[in-house]
């Protein structure tokens, strides 16, 4: 099964809409993180925000938001007032421990989804 | 501060070929990571090192090894290289290795194999 689902591989927005980007996630650890990165074409991953499972408001960083329901496992990205700079490969990702036997954490992304913001 | 700096920027072996990528964490932080991503995917596990010692593997083949030196810098090495093996490679840096402060990203090391 997959530990992150985006299924939305593309979304268009107007300029200065807000917009919601769909993450899904699937663990029966307790505790856990979950992370939003931006990907422009140059290839960087830009930290957005972060959420932990046993923070008990919805993490909000500037213009980025998450709708954090945990028992849906749902954790999804709201950017308010779009911008043309906006516009890249976002990815949901969450911490784990899974399969490391050396005390180790990982992130494990989703596949992405592409946002494009019009005028 | 420097960011996460990695060398080179790009890359292009022949298959067959070994290939050693460099990176160099953000000052203070302990623990280096190393991501794969291929064209049009999330980024892939491959390593973590902390305090020097590898501290979690991916699910990649043992032609790909990494280590981590006093300076907390690291290098990913990777044998016989394969047409699959074009890709982003990705560091990221954190300050311990339970990820609780996050990570920060590299610009990545783009290899082609050709």
């Known amino acids: 099964a997959q530990k992150i689902t985006q299924t939305q591989p593309g979304m268009f927005v107007q300029e200065k809409e807000a917009v919601t980007l769909d993450c899904t996630y699937d663990?029966?650890?307790?505790?856990?993180?979950l992370f939003w990165y931006k990907q422009p074409s140059s290839g960087e991953m830009i930290f957005l925000i972060y959420?932990?499972?046993?923070?008990?408001q919805n993490a909000t960083e500037g213009r980025y938001s998450l709708n954090f329901q945990k028992a849906r496992k749902s954790a999804n990205l709201v950017i308010s007032a779009s911008q043309l700079g906006d516009s890249a490969m976002y990815f949901c990702a969450m911490r784990e421990a899974e399969g490391l036997t050396g005390g180790g954490n990982k992130l494990t992304f989703g596949t992405g989804t592409q946002l494009k913001v019009e005028l | 501060d420097a960011g996460v700096t990695q060398s080179p920027t790009h890359l292009i072996k022949t298959r067959g070929q070994h290939v050693t990528l460099r990176c160099s964490p953000i000052s203070g932080h302990k623990s280096v990571s190393w991501y794969q991503q291929v064209l049009g995917q999330g980024p892939q596990f491959i390593f973590q090192y902390y305090e020097k010692e590898e501290r979690g593997r991916g699910n990649f083949p043992d032609r790909f090894s990494a280590r981590q030196f006093p300076n907390y810098s690291s290098e990913l090495n990777v044998n016989a290289l394969l047409l699959g093996d074009s890709a982003l490679y990705l560091c990221?840096?954190?300050?311990?290795?339970?990820?609780?402060?996050?990570?920060?990203f590299g610009s990545g090391t783009r290899l082609t194999v050709v």
């Open positions: 663990t029966s650890d307790p505790s856990y993180g």
């Open positions: 990221a840096s954190s300050l311990d290795q339970d990820l609780n402060y996050g990570y920060t």
């Open positions: 959420q932990g499972s046993y923070d008990q």
